[in-house]
């Protein structure tokens, strides 16, 4: 099979490193790419927001397969435009259409969704210029912190958590009335703070079938013990220790099963991802978003605990065959690393030369944010190399990455030393 990757980051540089290990794979391409795909794939010069430009390369190069690795290209419907051309039809898109993808591209439509099928998650309501004086109106109902979140995608920085009612109503105004987020706050939805401990929960679908793939829990602060301002992911580990036995039943029972369910019953085909971010509140699960891909960076620490072919799998989904395919996972424990620019997430500076030693066998080195330059790898992101290490535990793995960290060096590096900080030592079995 020849398949096309479309994204440039650690996720992307993850997938391409797992899909090139199949036997079925022939050929693999990646668009745009960064300084580390190039070692098993082939960049290409794509824009992923050009379908017409992607569609006509894809016929050119005979691509069997394209995988999409973000989530803008889903919610502007790159599936479906796949499926509007004759010449395109027949190729697998790993990647929900666009109605699919609404369960991330709009706040509003998961929260409605989760409400009609019985989803545990938060209370919430959603406000826009016509109703704004009833959004202030709702925040006097609920206890403090107010959750505010924009409708539409806003690079993950959509979501803001206040804990000063007078804050949060100033909030409210900026983004729907001063547009904060643009066109993605024109609606907001404000929702109860949940209080508990996170995780993430990935599952695979053909439309019919559906797979859960391990559990992984990512660190968003750029400070230590959870603290600053919110990234793209400074870390993650898989599996999730205190995601037992019994509460991914629950998960299953009254998240994942009702969701897939959910979608077939409102005909809305789906093929591809769902990332579940959850919560587990006095040990019930329940539901904070959803996203139609891969999360960054727990996609780092959960596709190398897959064992299976990753390709024969996504190929099964494409076929609607994800029914015959048993997936194996790797009982040991992965812990991701990331390596970020000095200044993130706000200002920083690119083109800082990367040196040490990316190669070593003690952990797998994902390039997020790199570019080749002149023969040189430097920073090209603020997100710039994510370290992942297998151990028998959390702690065994997270000593390996940052045993490697070490090695690698490049002008004002940062990264958070307490990966896995509120978690207690590892005893449960692999999820």
């Known amino acids: 099979m020849k398949v096309l990757i479309l994204g440039s980051g650690g996720r992307e540089h993850v997938l391409a490193w797992k899909v090139a290990q199949s036997p079925l794979l022939t050929e693999l391409f990646i668009a745009p790419g960064n300084g580390g795909t190039e070692k098993v794939a082939t960049n290409v010069s794509l824009n992923i927001s050009d379908f017409a430009s992607i569609g006509s390369w894809v016929v050119d190069h005979a691509i069997d397969m394209v995988i999409v690795g973000p989530e803008n290209p889903l919610v502007d419907g790159i599936h479906d435009y796949f499926l509007s051309k004759e010449e395109l039809q027949d190729i697998h898109v790993i990647g929900p259409q666009k109605e699919g993808a609404r369960l991330e591209g709009s706040k509003e439509f998961s929260k409605e969704f989760m409400m009609r099928h019985g989803i545990p998650t938060a209370k919430y309501e959603s406000f826009s210029i016509d109703n704004l004086s009833e959004g202030a109106d709702f925040l006097k109902t609920l206890e403090p912190p107010y959750v505010l979140k924009a409708d539409g995608l806003a690079a993950g920085k959509g979501v803001v958590i206040l804990n000063d009612l007078g804050s949060a109503t100033a909030e409210l105004h900026s983004m729907i009335q001063d547009s904060k987020f643009g066109d993605a706050s024109a609606t ?113 620490a959960v596709i190398p605990r897959i064992k299976s072919d990753l390709l024969e799998i996504f190929k099964a989904m494409g076929e609607q065959t994800l029914h015959t395919i048993e997936v194996e996972i790797e009982t040991a424990s992965t812990a991701t690393v990331i390596m970020v620019a000095g200044g993130y997430p706000e200002a920083y500076e690119k083109g800082k030369a990367i040196t040490g030693d990316l190669e070593t066998t003690d952990s797998l080195t994902f390039h997020a944010g790199t570019k080749k330059s002149e023969g040189e790898l430097v920073t090209n992101g603020g997100r710039v190399l994510a370290i992942t290490s297998f151990g028998d535990t959390m702690e065994q793995a997270l000593e390996k990455s940052y045993k490697t960290i070490e090695g690698i060096s490049f002008e004002k590096s940062n990264y958070r030393t307490d990966i896995g900080f509120d978690l207690k030592p590892s005893s449960a079995s692999a999820s």
């Not at 559990?215 to 220790?241: C, Q």
């Not at 299953?252 to 809305?268: N, S």
């Not at 019930?284 to 999360?295: M, T």
């Open 188 to 300: 907001v939805v404000i929702e109860e703070f949940l209080d508990g401990i996170e995780l993430s929960v990935f599952a695979l679908s053909d439309g019919n079938t559906f797979i859960t793939l391990p559990t992984a829990k990512d660190y968003k602060r750029i400070g230590e013990g959870d603290t600053g301002l919110n990234t793209g992911g400074m870390g993650a580990v898989s599996p999730v220790p205190f995601a037992d036995a019994d509460f991914m039943d629950k998960v299953q029972e009254q998240v994942v099963k009702p969701t897939f369910a959910g979608l077939k019953e409102e005909g809305i085909p789906f093929q591809g991802v769902v990332f579940f971010g959850l919560i587990m509140v006095n040990g019930e699960p329940k539901v904070i978003e959803y996203n139609v891909r891969f999360g960054d960076p727990e996609a780092e």
